[in-house]
């Protein structure tokens, strides 16, 4: 991968603020909207969520999930251009006050300020993505596999 599409890669992961969370439920595809934080160095995305969505009971029954990163359309008059990732990965529930849940809550709150009351209800909660692999479109012909390393890699771009 090119360094220019290892830059806009980059900014696109720390810049979007919303993700499509692919989950199975009844062995068929359901896709979500989550908003997301990502760790600085990439290796893991953070969605806040409630217990009660049909997303987070697939993920209590089956821990494979996929979100995809798009940029925001812009109104090109090619769509298919812009720039987008997949990323393919397990998520895990993460208890308050287990190591580091209290810097992603912090983390989480920053970037979404009016999310703070949420933190509040019993029925929602922090969960912890950990990519495995997935697939880059960086524009037209320019489409790349991602693995947790080249995320991280990516990530001091």
């Known amino acids: 991968m090119d360094v220019q599409s ?3 890669l980059a900014q696109i992961i720390r810049t979007m603020r919303v993700a499509s969370l692919g989950t199975l439920r009844d062995e068929a595809p359901l896709i979500s909207m989550v908003a997301y934080i990502v760790s600085q160095d990439f290796s893991a995305f953070h969605i806040f969520i409630s217990r009660l969505a049909q997303h987070t009971i697939d ?3 089956d821990k494979r999930m996929c979100l995809l990163i798009a940029q925001t359309d812009d109104g090109r008059a090619d769509p298919q251009t812009l720039a987008r990732v997949t990323i393919r990965g397990t ?3 993460m208890e308050v006050g287990e190591p580091g849940y209290t810097p992603v809550k912090k983390q989480y709150i920053e970037r979404f300020p009016e999310s703070e009351q949420l933190f509040t209800l019993a029925d929602f909660g922090m969960w912890r ?3 495995r692999g997935g697939r ?6 320019k489409a790349f596999n991602i693995t947790p390393e080249l995320l991280i890699k990516v990530s001091a771009r």
């Open 129 to 131: 993505i950990k990519p």
């Open 91 to 93: 998520a895990e529930f």
């Open 6 to 8: 290892e830059k806009l």
């Open 59 to 61: 993920m209590q029954k």
């Open 136 to 141: 880059y479109v960086a524009g037209l012909a």
